[in-house]
């Protein structure tokens, strides 16, 4: 993986056969007000990083390839795309590597070689961890800030593809989560995510809505898909990182959030598979538009 250091490899083989997520049925009504009053208070909800290993595309099992490159990527993934934000602590150690299926040394090392890059930290005590310090690696330890036509020329033409396979596979997903029974948990992680996506922070304001899209991709039931939204999520985020905020184009974006979010909760997949897809197109359109 470019820009994280080079540690100890050596292959590594499952250690444990992993737990799918439970998919837990609920009563499907329409809108983000009846998700809230379906979920109860959002405050009687525990944060999923306090007890468990958020359900993360990225946490899924480790296949094929040199177990410690690939568990670096995870974990770089998940700190990329805002799974795990700056302050926030890495999932428990031992849960983290059965979600994984990788074993602890090869956790263990792959924490330290990014430690190493800027990205984590280590803290001791009762109320210690492993810590995001970054989402950038450490000066001297590879990256950079290129604007955005020179990503888009590195790109090239893989930059159109990324954009044609994430329109088809995002409304795939808010179809897929609409069609779907969602337990009371995952509608309030959804009108959650939506109301965290209205940040207009510049410097958090891409963060919350890659967790967003990522929260439809969970809930769509679909791991695989989840695992691609990632992984294209990821493609397209220095790039979306690097476009100016402009307020009037995140009004239209939030509105549509809305939308797509609404008609997940309502039941309604070909609504919310419309929506999705002219939301993608408007992002596609915007960045031909910048880098033109």
């Not at 056969?17 to 959002?42: D, H, L, Q, W, Y």
């Not at 946490?59 to 990527?73: D, M």
């Not at 849960?95 to 984590?120: C, H, K, M, N, P």
């Amino acid at each position: 993986m470019a820009g994280a250091p080079v540690g100890t490899r050596h292959p590594d083989r499952t250690v444990e056969k992993g737990r799918p997520m439970p998919i837990n049925a609920g009563t499907a009504e329409s809108g983000v007000a009846a998700a809230r009053a379906a979920s109860g208070e959002a405050a009687s909800i525990p944060d999923a990083n306090a007890t468990a290993v958020p359900a993360f595309p990225v946490w899924r099992p480790v296949r094929g390839g040199n177990a410690f490159e690939i568990t670096v990527a995870r974990l770089v993934q998940a700190i990329k795309l805002g799974m795990v934000r700056v302050g926030e602590r890495l999932p428990a150690e031992r849960e983290l590597a059965e979600r994984l299926q990788v074993s602890r040394v090869t956790l263990r090392e792959a924490i330290a070689a990014l430690r190493d890059a800027g990205y984590l930290e280590s803290r001791r005590g009762r109320s210690g961890g492993t810590f995001v310090l970054s989402a950038l690696p450490a000066r001297g330890a590879g990256g950079g800030s290129p604007d955005a036509g020179e990503l888009a020329r590195e790109m090239g033409d893989r930059l159109p593809d990324a954009l044609d396979f994430r329109r088809v596979l995002e409304s795939g997903a808010a179809a897929l989560a609409a069609n779907r029974s969602l337990s009371a948990t995952e509608r309030q992680h959804l009108v959650g995510a939506l109301a965290a996506s209205r940040d207009r922070d510049p410097v958090t304001r891409r963060v919350t809505d890659s967790r967003l899209h990522l929260a439809v991709a969970a809930a769509s039931g679909s791991p695989s898909l989840a695992a691609a939204i990632a992984d294209v999520q990821l493609t397209l985020d220095r790039l979306l990182a690097a476009i100016p905020v402009i307020a009037r184009n995140l009004d239209h974006s939030d509105a549509q959030h809305t939308r797509i979010i609404d008609a997940i909760l309502a039941g309604d997949p070909n609504g919310a598979r419309l929506v999705m897809e002219e939301h993608c197109d408007g992002t596609a359109e915007l960045l031909r538009g910048l880098l033109a």
